[in-house]
């Protein structure tokens, strides 16, 4: 008990200093921003404690399905940190900012061509936009795309490499899905398979729906500004997080659906052989 109260608390603690990292990043936070921070960061930092303490699940999905939520935890602060760091080398020469800016740069460069997730999030910025701020702009949005597709190769060839999650393990459906089910509608594997394709689906076409999306609001609501360096941090992090997360989760119901169809089968084969259901 003490161990996962422990093991509760860390996470609470890197969940609040995700939340803070653009404000500890970059220069010159006003006060009310970070108060905003610090309240944001407290009832994240909450929700992840009485979760990973608590012995019945509530919403965080895969709680002891390693290291799906690590993985999904480590590219959103790989992809807050870089995406300040870049916002910071406005006024930072160091070398770290530099580089992270130029990689930056050439990735957004690479993929930003006609109908591209970049060159439709691009679309959304005003007219009255700088070319400058347009570079900037333009750099976030590709690396935060790259490490959203770097994060889905390094979670496939985990499943591939060490058959995520193992054979041998228990792998409980009611805590790790809480929001699923199995015991309403069809078949559980159809639905598992059919909520896969959704996800997996929803994934692909999300970087392409948001701009749209955001497209709309403009008109509504006016143009985005780009002005709060924060605002627009998690904004592009957020466009490249969820369609990824969303893909994850859908290899992992398939694969869960896969597990269930693979223990049906062997214990079909086993009744089989014991003569208790007909060949």
């Not at 093991?7 to 200093?17: Q, W």
């Not at 610090?38 to 979760?51: D, N, Q, R």
């Not at 900012?97 to 990689?103: D, P, R």
């Amino acid at each position: 008990m003490l161990s996962k109260l422990i093991g509760a608390v860390v996470r609470a603690v890197l969940v609040a200093v995700l939340i803070a990292t653009p404000s500890l990043v970059l220069p010159n936070t006003s006060a009310d921003t970070a108060q905003v921070v610090i309240l944001a960061g407290l009832f994240c930092g909450a929700l992840v404690l009485f979760e990973y303490a608590s012995s019945y699940p509530s919403l965080i999905e895969f709680r002891e399905a390693p290291p799906f939520n690590r993985i999904r935890f480590v590219s959103l602060l790989a992809t807050v940190f870089l995406l300040s760091v870049i916002c910071r080398s406005h006024v930072d020469g160091s070398a770290l900012a530099k580089l992270v800016a130029a990689i930056g740069t050439l990735v957004g460069q690479a993929i930003d061509f006609p109908f591209s997730p970049v060159r439709l999030l691009l679309d959304v910025l005003p007219e009255t936009a700088s070319s400058s701020d347009i570079a900037t702009f333009r750099a976030l949005s590709g690396l935060a795309y790259l490490i959203s597709l770097l994060t889905l190769a390094v979670f496939a060839i985990y499943m591939r490499l060490i058959s995520w999650p193992s054979a041998n393990r228990s792998f409980n459906v009611w805590v790790n899905l809480p929001t699923f089910d199995p015991t309403a509608g069809k078949d559980v594997v159809t639905r598992l398979t059919r909520d896969a394709r959704v996800n997996i689906l929803l994934g692909f076409l999300l970087p392409f729906l948001t701009p749209i999306a955001l497209a709309s609001g403009v008109e509504l609501f006016g143009s985005i500004s780009i002005a709060s360096e924060q605002s627009l941090i998690w904004m592009v992090a957020a466009w490249a997080f969820l369609p990824a997360s969303l893909f994850m989760r859908g290899m992992a119901m398939n694969r869960i659906a896969q597990m269930i169809q693979d223990k049906r089968r062997v214990s079909y084969e086993k009744a089989v052989a014991h003569g208790y259901v007909p060949a």
